[in-house]
């Protein structure tokens, strides 16, 4: 029997973990709830031009995004519960645990039974990387890159560049600052994108198929780049937008995870090729 | 002396470009052990992934016939111009760290992240390059959703930057037989003796 290993993680990262498992994005308006979870039908994005919170030295500031498809909502309890009833092994008691730690779908009654902690219609969390991954396949999708996603989610309610939008902006900052309340909320109750994707912010984190890109240079030196570059005071200093707050916990979120680790405000949503 | 330098150079570059032969499965180089059916794996166990790689012997295999000896990992590229040759470097210094009849028993599994240019042919010019025995030494490519994947079970970030580089964090990982992770080792130019006593610790509990 072998003791799992990790590297140890720097403090700050422990930390962050810690504040933002906490602090997770409060939801904006919300609905009654409805009767029957809604379809998590897929949106069209248009291609566009992304520019990225972080450009690591030597990189021009924005890059192409093609079109591609996104889900208009993340995946709920209900959509995971057909996925793991079809996939045996992604039920908790057959997961494996390299695949998925020991808090996978901690909150539900049982391997076949969301229960009353998990409603039908609220987003699935406590879902490693891996399981995320695999439910994407199955649906015959894949998980969004993480330039993608953070594309996605500048759109605004009314305007494209959402950062031209002051009412999204508000929406944003209220989200962000406000303390999680102890239930998750539904998906889709959230007042929509100008696209019709709702709960990019303040729902839940979502895993992205990179998550493990963020650093921003490895080369020859003892630990990867972005933990400097991104939270040492000169770090910050290569931000496109360092008011870009929300986007800023992301990247750390992003950066603190392992592929292994279920978290109760972690879920996903899943993307595929036009 | 001249000549015998001369022939030994020969015979490596033979037995490099020759591959793999049929040979008993004991003696034979990582590249090139049959697969047992029916084999199940431990829950820790790198080796339940059904991936497939490309070695540089030209062989498609999965990660599984390296079970049961333990492999010390580091992912890689061979254009890289400034951490790789660095890494490789610390693995051959286990290796030389390593007791002789520990040595016999332990493979060395580099793994790239370019899944675009390093083809069989690539990796075997790296191997002729970094001079890396086929005895002991398993160099692979493999689709980039399955790069990822592993990357991630190891811990490993990586990106590929606007030069065509891959930047990425330097991490060696120790597999024991079941190929479950047993030991880590992060940074470039790190002494080899801690992973060193800990593959041998490994061979003693075989």
């Known amino acids: 029997m072998v003791s799992r290993h990790h590297p140890p993680m720097h403090a700050w990262t ?26 998590a039908s897929m949106v069209e994005v248009p291609a566009g031009t992304h520019r990225p919170l972080f450009v690591p030295p030597g ?56 229960g009353e902690a998990a409603m039908s219609n609220q987003p699935v969390t406590w879902v490693s990387w891996f399981a995320a991954k695999a439910y994407a396949q199955w649906q015959g999708k894949r998980l969004p890159t993480v330039t993608e996603w953070e594309y996605a989610a500048t759109h605004g309610f009314s305007t494209l560049d959402g950062s031209k939008d002051p009412e999204f902006q508000a929406a944003i900052r209220r989200w962000y600052s406000t303390p999680s309340p102890t239930s998750l909320p539904l998906v889709a109750q959230g007042r929509a994108n100008i696209l019709g994707i709702h709960d990019f912010h303040g729902l839940v984190w979502e895993w992205t198929a990179d998550f493990n890109s963020s650093l921003v240079t490895g080369d020859a030196r003892g ?14 200093a290569g931000n496109r937008n360092p008011s870009d707050y929300p986007a800023f916990l992301r990247y750390g979120f992003r950066s603190s995870l392992k592929a292994s680790y279920c978290i109760h405000n972690l879920g996903f949503r899943c993307a595929a090729d036009l | ?70 492999q010390v990992v580091a992912m890689f590229f061979t254009r890289c111009e400034y951490a790789c040759p660095l890494i490789v470097n610390d693995l051959k210094k286990i290796e030389a760290a390593l007791p002789e009849k520990v040595r016999q028993q332990t493979d060395f599994l580099l793994v790239s992240f370019d899944s675009t240019n390093d083809h069989a042919e690539a990796l075997r010019a790296y191997r002729l390059r970094q001079k890396l025995p086929m005895q002991r030494w398993t160099l692979v490519s493999g689709k980039a959703d399955d ?60």
Not at chain 1, 14 to 39: D, H, M, N, Q, T
Not at chain 1, 79 to 102: C, G, H, M, T
Request: aromatic share 8%; glycine share 8%; with cysteine.
């Open chain 1, 59 to 114: 990189e021009t500031n924005s890059v192409q995004v093609p079109v591609f498809r996104l889900d208009r909502h993340p995946v709920t309890n209900g959509d995971y519960l057909e996925f793991v009833s079809q996939n045996p092994k992604w039920r908790r008691s057959q997961v494996k645990r390299i695949f998925a730690d020991e808090n996978y779908l901690r909150h539900w009654a049982g391997d076949l039974e969301p």
């Open chain 2, 147 to 206: 790069v990822r994947e592993l990357a991630a079970l190891l811990g490993v970030n990586y990106r590929l930057d606007a030069r065509g580089q891959f930047a990425h964090s330097n991490l060696i990982t120790l597999l024991n037989v079941e190929g479950e992770i047993t030991a880590q080792q992060q940074g470039l130019n790190q002494s080899p003796e801690e992973m060193a006593r800990k593959i041998v610790l490994l061979a003693g509990q075989r």
């Open chain 2, 1 to 70: 002396m001249k000549a015998i330098l001369t022939a030994s150079l020969c015979l490596c570059l033979c037995l490099a470009f020759a591959g793999c032969r049929t040979r008993p499965v004991a003696a034979s180089p990582p590249c090139c052990r049959e697969l047992k059916a029916g084999q199940s794996y431990t829950d820790s166990s790198l080796y339940q992934l059904d991936s497939l790689w490309s070695s540089d012997a030209g062989k498609q295999i999965s990660l599984r016939v390296l079970r049961g000896r333990p």
């Open chain 1, 14 to 39: 422990a930390g962050l973990l810690f504040l933002l498992v906490l602090l997770r994005p409060a939801y904006g308006e919300e609905g009654a709830a409805k009767e029957s979870p809604p379809k």
């Open chain 1, 223 to 236: 630990n990867s780049g972005i933990e400097r570059q991104l939270f040492c005071g000169a770090g910050s």
